[in-house]
């Protein structure tokens, strides 16, 4: 009898093992990309679920920063996007008029310190990932990453 609770035991745990690893939900458009080596996702406080994917996506969007590619840029903002200078806060509606700001939102300062940001480097709390010193804030929103922040000051 004491045999038979041990076995029943042994199969609950490995059945909610099971169960809780699939609620772990996939990232949209990163092809559920998991990171190799080290396991723990130094992410995790800031609402992102899986930090090889959160890696590439930023690497990427360093390259559409690089290349100036504005339209790239442009789908990876949560909008309404907080565009904070000189000590006041505006909004950024949508794409289109993020495209029309794009040169004042996406300064050389901004631009600088995010290109020359280690995405492992990034400052993580729960309200983001830190890109510099406070120039862009990333972070996950319903299953996407986004920029849903920038800091021109």
């Known amino acids: 009898?004491?045999?038979?609770?041990?076995?029943?035991?042994?199969?609950?745990?490995?059945?909610?093992?099971?169960?809780?690893?699939?609620?772990?939900?996939?990232?949209?458009?990163?092809?559920?990309?998991?990171?190799?080596?080290n396991t723990s996702n130094r992410y995790e406080v800031a609402g992102?679920?899986?930090?090889?994917?959160?890696?590439?996506?930023?690497?990427?969007?360093?390259?559409?920063?690089?290349?100036?590619?504005k339209t790239e840029v442009a789908k990876h903002i949560r909008y309404p996007l907080r565009v904070n200078k000189y000590g006041k806060s505006h909004f950024i509606r949508d794409e289109q008029q993020f495209l029309e700001e794009y040169d004042r939102i996406m300064t050389g300062k901004v631009k600088e310190a995010f290109l020359q940001q280690k995405v492992t480097d990034t400052f993580v709390n729960d309200q983001g990932v830190m890109?510099?010193?406070?120039?862009?804030?990333?972070?996950?929103?319903?299953?996407?990453?986004?920029?849903?922040?920038?800091?021109?000051?």
């Open 1 to 37: 009898m004491k045999r038979m609770r041990w076995v029943l035991l042994a199969m609950g745990i490995a059945l909610m093992a099971h169960a809780t690893t699939s609620l772990v939900p996939q990232v949209s458009g990163y092809g559920g990309y998991v990171r190799e080596g």
């Open 48 to 69: 992102i679920t899986n930090a090889g994917a959160f890696e590439s996506f930023y690497g990427k969007l360093q390259e559409a920063v690089k290349k100036n590619d």
């Open 131 to 153: 890109v510099g010193n406070g120039e862009m804030w990333l972070g996950q929103f319903s299953n996407r990453f986004v920029v849903f922040a920038v800091n021109v000051e």
